[in-house]
């Protein structure tokens, strides 16, 4: 029988964002995706963007289809999220490979990260992305950006994931980023692993950070040497 397996979409992203790679993975896994708090098809919450937020939509699922512990595949914000979910409620979690996720938080990186989500920016000089958030956000582009500018601020202020934290961490864990990610860098990925007890740190070879450019092939080969073999 194939195993479950969560997919977790990033910061701006959606769980549509998965599905090529969803009918791929299907060979080996049952596959579940879902939309966070103002993502996707997901209507906004009367609250702010937070991990802690998120992952209560995470835990919430994990319920809802009785997948509990559950095997995630985290891309960017979603490994952020899983993380924080294991650390804080351990109940809920088996496994969980990170790929691409930013840790190192602070006012500098959040002010950096968030200036790149300005809407009216976007429209001007990448009118072609612009357009694919406008068409993956069912319920507004414009107003996600800011609650992510948000989040992404208070990320800078108050980091959801620290040391002491993760060090609460029992979930088996792959740590990844790749080679040529210009957001995320190893030294930030290694060091942060090395704070749960029981993780892996690798690095992908011709790796870029947007999902897009991710080699479905080579995912595929690394989640089920994780989680299978």
């Given at each position: ?55 209560e939509n995470l835990s919430e699922f994990i319920e809802e289809y009785h997948l509990q512990p559950a095997d995630i595949f985290g891309y960017s914000m979603g ?151």
């Open positions: 029988m194939k195993p479950p397996l969560i997919l977790l979409h990033g910061a701006i992203g959606a769980a549509s964002q998965f599905n090529s790679f969803a009918d791929l993975l299907s060979q080996s896994f049952i596959i579940y995706t879902f939309d966070f708090d103002g993502h996707g098809q997901r209507a906004f919450n009367n609250r702010p963007f937070r991990i802690q937020h998120f992952a490994g952020y999220v899983a993380l924080y979910l294991a650390a804080t409620r351990p109940e809920y979690i088996h496994r969980i490979y990170t790929l691409a996720t930013k840790f190192d938080w602070n006012i500098e990186t959040a002010l950096k990260e968030s200036a790149q989500l300005n809407a009216e920016k976007l429209k001007e000089k990448v009118p072609q992305f612009a357009h694919a958030l406008q068409q993956r956000h069912l319920h507004g582009w414009e107003q996600n950006l800011k609650h992510t500018t948000e989040l992404m601020i208070h990320l800078g202020n108050n980091p959801a994931l620290d040391k002491t934290i993760l060090k609460n961490i029992e979930a088996a864990c792959m740590i990844a980023v790749g080679d040529a990610d210009k957001m995320v860098s190893q030294s930030e990925t290694e060091n942060f692993a090395s704070y749960i007890s029981n993780a892996q740190f690798k690095v992908l070879h011709n790796t870029q950070h947007p999902l897009e450019k991710l080699n479905a092939d080579l995912l595929k080969s690394e989640l089920e040497e994780f989680f299978i073999v």
